[in-house]
Nanobody, 111 residues
Framework: QVQLVESGGGLVQPGESLRLSCAVS????????VGWYRQAPGNQRERVAV???????NYADSVKGRFTISRDNTKNTVYLQMNSLKPEDTAVYYC?????WGQGTQVTVSS
């Protein structure tokens, strides 16, 4: 059974940066699509970024140019580098592979 564990969330001020990590258990990590999603209170969960097995990526319009998703296949880990954070980025961030979800990590952007 695949398990995903997120880390790296926290409280930051607008304009600051955070890097989230998602450790993924299981074999053949390098071929899998892994995505980062977020859910703010009262909102539906939305996809933020996804990385494919060939390391190509796709981003939501709201984070293009500010967020970067990457993977380290030697560590079975996917990262989400978040720069120029805005208050509207505040949410619980989850990583996902197929039907498996992590427990989420809280990101709060506030002055």
């Amino acid at each position: 059974q695949v398990q995903l564990v997120e880390s790296g969330g926290g409280l930051v001020q607008p304009g600051e940066s955070l890097r989230l990590s998602c450790a993924v258990s299981g074999r053949f990590f390098s071929i899998y699509v892994v995505g980062w999603y977020r859910q703010a209170p009262g909102n539906q969960r939305e996809r933020v970024a996804v990385i494919f097995g060939d390391s190509s990526t796709n981003y939501a319009d709201s984070v293009k140019g500010r967020f970067t998703i990457s993977r380290d296949n030697t560590k079975n880990t996917v990262y989400l580098q978040m720069n120029s954070l805005k208050p509207e980025d505040t949410a619980v961030y989850y990583c996902n592979r197929d039907s498996a979800w992590g427990q989420g990590t809280q990101v709060t952007v506030s002055s």
